[in-house]
């Protein structure tokens, strides 16, 4: 079946076509693991998991790489600022590899508890300097580079399309402010490959290299490791679409760069979730929300996951507590329901081909999980498909949206509700309403409640 990707480079929706028949190379921006990552950061992950698990039920095999940012990552994006690890270890009186450890472990437990596959390769940057090294003397073998005030920097003006992804706009404000905050750039969409002057003179994290003892800069990290993973082309490059104008605009010109042909086919790029009036979720503003914010306040990660595929990953969605209670209801009603199913002892039989072909179209088209929840809710709710039917689609569905539907277990009643339950059902076939009412109440008391069909009666845990 034919898999259709919005590609940000295009602004179109194409038909995916691998370098590698039946095989996908995927890379994901990782964290930058200097504090705890916030629900808008893993939305990003949450979109490159499902777009994973689409492949996946289609049958590819799909190399992921995913890299963990633990140096060279300005507080500003374009070059600017203090290291974001040097900083966290400031915050919190640590030193810069503790924050590195601590915060990483605390980013894999987060992707664990929303089923999050975890990629083939996972690649710290601060393992693969001299990948890095090695592919910035590439590049200025290739006359991409020069050095000026101590540090390495890449020559956009040698690239005559920098900025397709991004589109950019070279105004001259934009130009003016970027040549006054570094004025050793030469042009002012400029970038540091390499640091070896630096305002900050005691950072932790430095190692030797061809231009002089320092650090490098953050976008040749992904660069690097992602073409010693997968090669000097592959076929997919996800983020968030924050990482479009600068990063992602940054690697594409030192990757082109050094191969001296196109790095990326297909670029996709998660919408912000957003909080109160449009406003973005971010660590610098202090506004941010954890996972475990979310666990504390009662809420199953699940709960979130299912929030998150109820808008398609290229739609703002903003955040609010009302509209996660919706997503709570939500779970829990098809808990309740996928647990009568299991009751019913049915034997799960072959998938209905047409449901399954429907929730198939809608995955396969640009990851279109609020129509593919809606296929699962049809299922759910349909009177001709028998228990051990349902049963089975949602199996497949639950392969790419992991919301653990699979490993819901049926609430085994008491036997003293059952007989509860029973007493009250004859008593109502003797018209004794009032007696009727008496048990039902007594059975609410301890926990359960009895729905009345048209055929009988269903006992369902509060």
């Not at 085994?412 to 003797?430: C, G, H, S, T």
């Amino acid at each position: 079946m034919e898999i259709r990707l919005t590609n940000t480079m295009s602004r179109k929706k194409e038909v995916f076509k691998p370098l590698r028949e039946g095989e996908v190379g995927l890379y994901t921006c990782g964290l930058t693991v200097y504090n705890f990552a916030h629900i808008g950061n893993l939305r990003a992950y949450v979109f490159a998991d499902t777009l994973k698990r689409m492949f996946l039920f289609n049958g590819y095999k799909v190399r992921h790489v995913m890299n963990i940012t633990d140096v060279g990552h300005l507080t500003g994006d374009e070059d600017e600022g203090e290291d974001k690890m040097e900083a966290g270890a400031r915050r919190e009186g640590k030193t810069v590899w503790e924050i590195v450890n601590f915060y990483t472990k605390a980013f894999f437990d987060d992707l664990k508890r929303l089923r999050i596959i975890f990629p083939t390769v996972t690649c710290r940057a601060t393992r693969h300097v001299d990948d890095m090294i090695e592919m910035i003397r590439k590049i200025e073998s290739n006359g991409y580079t020069y050095i000026a005030g101590g540090n390495v920097y890449f020559d956009t003006s040698k690239l005559p399309d920098y900025g397709k992804l991004a589109r950019l706009k070279l105004d001259e404000d934009k130009m003016r402010s970027r040549v006054e905050s570094d004025p050793y750039k030469r042009n002012p969409f400029d970038f540091v490959l390499w640091f070896t002057r630096y305002k900050y003179d005691s950072h932790a994290m430095q190692w030797d290299s061809p231009w002089g003892r320092g650090f490098p800069g953050w976008h040749i990290e992904c660069s690097a490791m992602s073409s010693k993973y997968l090669g000097e082309r592959f076929d997919i490059h996800t983020g968030g679409i924050d990482h479009i104008p600068i990063h992602h605009t940054n690697e594409i010109a030192q990757s082109e760069a050094a191969f001296g042909h196109e790095w990326v086919n297909y670029w996709l790029h998660s919408e912000f979730l957003v909080i109160g009036e449009g406003e973005k979720m971010s660590k610098s503003l202090g506004n941010f929300i954890t996972l475990q914010t979310l666990i504390d306040k009662g809420y199953d990660p699940a709960e979130y996951r299912y929030y998150l595929l109820g808008a398609h990953y290229k739609k703002q969605l903003t955040f609010t507590l009302e509209a996660l209670d919706g997503a709570k209801s939500a779970m829990k009603k098809l808990a309740t329901k996928i647990g009568e199913l299991k009751e019913s002892e049915a034997p799960v039989g072959e998938p209905n081909s047409l449901l399954l072909n429907e929730f198939h179209e809608a995955i396969n088209d640009d990851l279109n999980t609020p129509r593919a929840l809606a296929v699962l809710w049809k299922v759910v709710d349909s009177e001709d498909l028998r228990p051990g039917e349902k049963l089975s689609l949602i199996d497949e569905f639950d392969r790419v949206l992991a919301l653990g539907l699979s490993e819901i277990e049926t609430d085994v009643i008491p036997k003293e509700i059952k007989e509860l339950a029973n007493q009250r059902d004859q008593v109502r076939r003797d018209r004794d309403w009032k007696k009727a009412d008496e048990l039902r109440e007594l059975i609410s008391e301890k926990g359960y409640e009895v729905l009345d069909e048209r055929d009988g009666y269903k006992i369902r845990k509060k």
